[in-house]
């Protein structure tokens, strides 16, 4: 398999991650927002605050923001080309993960667990919405990578190896955010304070490495915050979402375990079997199915050795799970591409276990047959839950039926599989959910979905039907697209009645934009008849004589 796996980890990157860039203008989902505050900085020339609205905006660092200035600065107002950059850096992560699987796992292992994340439903989402977080990921398991060796690596080079990883680090703080940099030694600290091995602590230097971190990164915090002050420390901890609305704390470790299940699937399905497979000891120990030592092994090492250093990772990876969920539970109201961190682990602990699998089907066959009845149930439910989520957008309807039969069939094949005495070919079968289906929903459900999650038909409309200067009244704050695509002054009121006859246009009219929700409400306050001049499933446009 070995021979093939780049080949086909290539195949997936382009169905997964590649397919369909171009079919959709800027949507709401993040990138239309961070596209906006590349175009603002950009024009004010401002390098330290980021700018939405003419404000500032403290949400993430402001090199954050950095590939979006790039990608603008060479290629204008492409959607393509900055969700191409994104995708690029998704393709980073995977050679990363499958490079820490292949040195502590085995080669064939390390292809597994590349292959099992690029088919995990947050990578290609986080690929497509949040390309902060992909960075983000990225820049953490290096740092996670650098501390495993501390621990199962060779002792040669630790220091400079050490540096590095730290100095990573410091970047990942100083470009996303403290919990997404602090999570990599919590998941050390996490292993090491349970399997109390106290001198691999003192190996990894933490205080000296969270020197390294705070001097990358505390010129531009410390900037920030001589310059705005409590309001930018009180949005500090919780970046790269610090602006979403704040959720109820105690929903934390609900919120943490429903981002992982949804972001791993379908393979959430085979992570429990891989987390409790950590701690099997795979080749020093195999009892009746003992035989020559497998062809990984080279002659004259000590599996007890080897097989004790497979252990411990694995392990390792199961804190690094936990610790990056911490996070999750910690921001205000995350969304699912949160989660991402935490998916390399479970891919590597999956890939571990499909590698062993391969090796030996029987020994394995047990607990991945109740994986793919679990995939089998959770697809179902997925399955049949798609139609209601998109049960107001009639144009979406014929793609969510074909993902919805997409998502039925690919979630029974490894259980068919399975059941026909097929144990590899339904292992491999558990990534055609995403495989199959992110192709699918790139292609057909988004593009029949854009009115719903973009403004971009409405603020067309009002260049057409406004005058050039009219402004436009807004009941809620205005969604990204609108005010990338638009060029007319958006007011947000907090009161509908007094504002219309003060906002009128030059041809008389007020122009105003509301969710379908608020329109009985707003034709209320309008106490004339509204003229009603696109209506979309996000936004309607409309424009009333008042006063």
Same mark, same amino acid.
């Given at each position: 398999?070995?021979?093939?796996?780049?080949?086909?980890?290539?195949?997936?990157?382009?169905?997964?991650?590649?397919?369909?860039?171009?079919?959709?203008?800027?949507?709401?989902?993040?990138?239309?927002?961070? *596209?906006?505050?590349?175009?603002?900085?950009?024009?004010?020339?401002?390098?330290?605050?980021?700018?939405?609205?003419?404000?500032?905006?403290?949400?993430?660092?402001?090199?954050?923001?950095?590939?979006?200035?790039?990608?603008?600065?060479? *290629?204008?107002?492409?959607?393509?080309?900055?969700?191409?950059?994104?995708?690029?850096?998704?393709?980073?992560? /995977?050679?990363?993960?499958?490079?820490?699987?292949?040195?502590?796992?085995?080669?064939?292992?390390?292809?597994?667990?590349?292959?099992?994340?690029?088919? %995990?439903?947050?990578?290609?989402?986080?690929?497509?919405?949040?390309?902060?977080?992909?960075?983000?990921t990225l820049l953490g398991w290096v740092g996670a990578a650098g501390l495993a060796d501390v621990v199962f690596g060779r002792s040669a080079g630790r220091d400079a190896r050490l540096i590095v990883t730290y100095g990573v680090l410091g970047i990942t703080l100083a470009t996303i955010g403290p919990l997404a940099a602090l999570w990599p030694l919590g998941g050390l600290a996490l292993y090491l304070g349970l399997t109390r091995s106290r001198g691999a602590w003192r190996r990894a230097r933490p205080l000296a490495g969270l020197a390294i971190m705070a001097g990358l990164s505390l010129p531009w915090y410390g900037a920030m915050l001589e310059r705005h002050g409590l309001p930018f420390l009180a949005r500090l901890p919780f970046f790269p979402y610090a602006i979403e609305p704040a959720g109820a704390w105690y929903a934390g470790p609900v919120?943490?375990?429903?981002?992982?299940?949804?972001?791993?699937?379908?393979?959430?399905?085979?992570?429990?079997?891989?987390?409790? &497979?950590?701690?099997?000891?795979?080749? +020093?120990?195999?009892?009746?199915?003992?035989?020559?030592?497998? =062809?990984?092994?080279?002659?004259?090492?000590?599996?007890?050795?080897?097989?004790?250093?497979?252990?411990?990772?694995?392990?390792?990876?199961?804190?690094?799970?936990?610790?990056?969920?911490?996070?999750?539970?910690?921001?205000?109201?995350?969304?699912?591409? +949160?989660?991402?961190?935490?998916?390399?682990?479970?891919?590597?602990?999956?890939?571990?276990?499909?590698?062993?699998?391969?090796?030996?089907?029987?020994?394995?066959?047990?607990?991945?047959?109740? +994986?793919?009845?679990?995939?089998?149930? @959770?697809?179902?439910?997925?399955?049949?839950?798609?139609?209601?989520?998109? @049960?107001?957008?009639?144009?979406?309807?014929?793609?969510?039926?074909?993902?919805?039969?997409?998502?039925?069939?690919?979630?029974?094949?490894?259980?068919?599989? &399975?059941?026909?005495?097929?144990?590899?070919?339904? @292992? %491999?079968?558990?990534? /055609?959910?995403?495989?199959?289906?992110? =192709?699918? *929903?790139?292609?057909?459900?988004?593009?029949?979905?854009?009115?719903?999650?973009?403004?971009?038909?409405?603020?067309? %409309?009002?260049?057409?039907?406004?005058?050039?200067?009219?402004?436009?009244?807004?009941?809620?704050?205005?969604?990204?697209?609108?005010?990338?695509?638009?060029? &007319?002054?958006?007011?947000?009121?907090? %009161?509908?009645?007094?504002?219309?006859?003060?906002?009128?246009?030059?041809?008389?009219?007020?122009?105003?934009?509301?969710?379908?929700?608020?329109?009985?409400?707003?034709?209320?306050?309008?106490?004339? =008849?509204?003229?009603?001049?696109?209506?979309?499933?996000?936004?309607?446009? +409309?424009?009333?004589?008042?006063?």
């Open positions: 398999m070995t021979r093939f796996a780049p080949v086909l980890l290539a195949t997936l990157c382009v169905a997964v991650l590649f397919t369909g860039l171009d079919r959709v203008g800027w949507l709401d989902t993040r990138e239309a927002r961070d *596209a906006q505050v590349a175009r603002e900085m950009l024009r004010r020339r401002e390098a330290l605050t980021p700018i939405y609205g003419h404000a500032a905006l403290f949400e993430k660092p402001v090199l954050a923001y950095a590939p979006e200035v790039v990608v603008r600065t060479l *290629a204008g107002d492409s959607p393509q080309r900055s969700r191409q950059l994104r995708a690029l850096f998704a393709v980073f992560l /995977l050679l990363g993960i499958a490079s820490i699987g292949a040195r502590h796992f085995g080669l064939r292992a390390g292809w597994l667990a590349a292959v099992v994340l690029v088919t %995990s439903v947050g990578l290609p989402l986080a690929a497509r919405a949040d390309g902060t977080q992909v960075l983000g919120v943490a375990t429903r981002a992982l299940v949804e972001g791993c699937f379908p393979w959430i399905a085979l992570l429990p079997a891989a987390m409790l &497979h950590a701690g099997t000891w795979w080749r +020093a120990r195999r009892g009746p199915l003992a035989g020559a030592p497998a =062809p990984s092994e080279r002659p004259g090492s000590d599996p007890n050795a080897r097989e004790q250093r497979e252990e411990g990772m694995a392990h390792y990876l199961i804190a690094c799970v936990f610790a990056a969920l911490v996070p999750v539970a910690i921001f205000k109201s995350p969304p699912l591409t +949160a989660a991402l961190p935490a998916l390399p682990a479970a891919a590597l602990l999956c890939g571990r276990f499909l590698d062993h699998l391969f090796e030996q089907p029987a020994r394995l066959a047990r607990p991945l047959g109740g +994986a793919v009845r679990m995939l089998a149930l @959770a697809g179902t439910v997925a399955a049949l839950g798609l139609p209601l989520v998109t @049960a107001a957008v009639r144009d979406a309807r014929p793609g969510v039926r074909v993902l919805e039969a997409l998502l039925l069939a690919t979630s029974w094949a490894p259980f068919l599989a &399975h059941w026909m005495g097929r144990t590899r070919l339904a @292992a %491999s079968l558990i990534a /055609l959910p995403v495989a199959l289906g992110a =192709p699918v *929903a790139s292609l057909v459900v988004v593009p029949a979905l854009e009115d719903t999650l973009s403004a971009r038909r409405v603020a067309e %409309s009002l260049a057409e039907v406004a005058p050039e200067r009219a402004p436009l009244l807004l009941v809620d704050p205005a969604p990204p697209t609108l005010r990338f695509y638009g060029s &007319h002054n958006l007011v947000v009121a907090d %009161s509908l009645a007094p504002a219309l006859p003060r906002l009128r246009a030059a041809d008389g009219m007020t122009y105003l934009a509301f969710t379908p929700a608020r329109e009985p409400g707003v034709a209320r306050a309008a106490a004339a =008849p509204l003229e009603i001049l696109l209506r979309t499933p996000s936004l309607v446009l +409309a424009r009333v004589r008042a006063g």
